[in-house]
């Protein structure tokens, strides 16, 4: 399930440092799995929005589909990660495989 967490800079006193270690404090407590992040300004304050899904309930509805991770815990956070590649967004600049070494 998605969730939504927004950090207002005007409860900094607009302090942007005091925003992002705030905002870092919460990233590492949480460990979201970030869907979506905006940021948007309010009066002379930042607003930072995001749209998350909580690890701890990924991994166990992980453990609920498939009873073998149960027995070992859930997979590695990077097994989890999808690791799509974006395609350019202007048709006119060719997409160019990565060198081979």
């Not at 690890?55 to 509805?61: M, S, W």
């Not at 990660?81 to 997409?95: K, L």
């Amino acid at each position: 399930m998605y969730r939504y967490k927004g950090f207002d800079s005007a409860l900094c006193g607009g302090s942007i440092a005091a925003l992002e270690a705030i905002v870092n404090a919460w990233m590492e407590e949480e460990r979201p799995r970030i869907r979506q992040m905006s940021q948007s300004v309010r009066g002379q304050h930042i607003v930072l929005s995001f749209v998350y899904e909580a690890t701890h309930e990924l991994e166990q509805r992980i453990a609920l589909q498939n009873p073998a991770t149960a027995i070992t815990g859930a997979y590695p956070r990077f097994f989890e990660d999808d690791m799509v590649e974006d395609r350019p967004t202007n048709p006119s600049i060719p997409a160019t495989p990565p060198p081979m070494h």
